[in-house]
């Protein structure tokens, strides 16, 4: 099966816009390899000041309802445009890369929890491989965030050995 098409156009007020053909909660799981790249390249965006424009996304919904969302901060405008210069914000892939990582740093934020999953070091944070797997593969939910009791559950399982992100 073909993949969904994101048709992207320039919007009157300037900011790039994503015609995207199914809901956030549906956009498909990724490598955790893809998610911890575009972890680096973002850190890198915004340590060297490319703060990006405005995106707009413009879901489908199964009812054909749109939702919109709106990456309009400068964290989420540097972070988005670091993945579209990436994988690209055009392809579902792209697109669930870069909304996985804005999820995961907003669960970062407000989970104390998740202390042990991460490090701070003078270079940033460094992820626990398990951590990126949960990311990479726990659905998003409609606001395009993850569920905190489900990541919670899925950390809480025995790490096997011998797996890596």
């Known amino acids: 099966m073909p993949e969904a098409s994101i048709r992207v156009a320039r919007a009157p007020d300037g900011a790039l816009t994503y015609a995207v053909p199914l809901p956030p909660e549906a956009l498909p799981a990724v490598a955790p390899r893809h998610l911890l790249d575009a972890w680096d390249s973002a850190r890198a965006a915004a340590a060297a000041e490319r703060w990006g424009e405005p995106r707009r996304l413009l ?33 579902l892939g792209g697109l669930a890369t870069c909304l996985r990582l804005l999820a995961l740093v907003e669960v970062l934020a407000r989970a104390r929890w998740m202390a042990g999953f991460f490090t701070m070091t003078r270079e940033g944070i460094n992820l626990h491989p398990a951590l990126v797997r949960a990311a990479a593969t726990l ?24 797996v890596s992100a």
């Open 59 to 91: 879901f489908r919904r199964g009812d054909g309802e749109v939702q919109e969302m709106l990456l309009a901060d400068a964290d989420a405008a540097c972070w988005a445009a670091a993945v579209d210069a990436g994988p690209g914000l055009a392809t």
């Open 139 to 162: 659905p998003l939910d409609a606001a395009a965030r993850f569920d905190e009791t489900g990541l919670r559950r899925l950390l809480s399982r025995p790490i096997p050995s011998g």
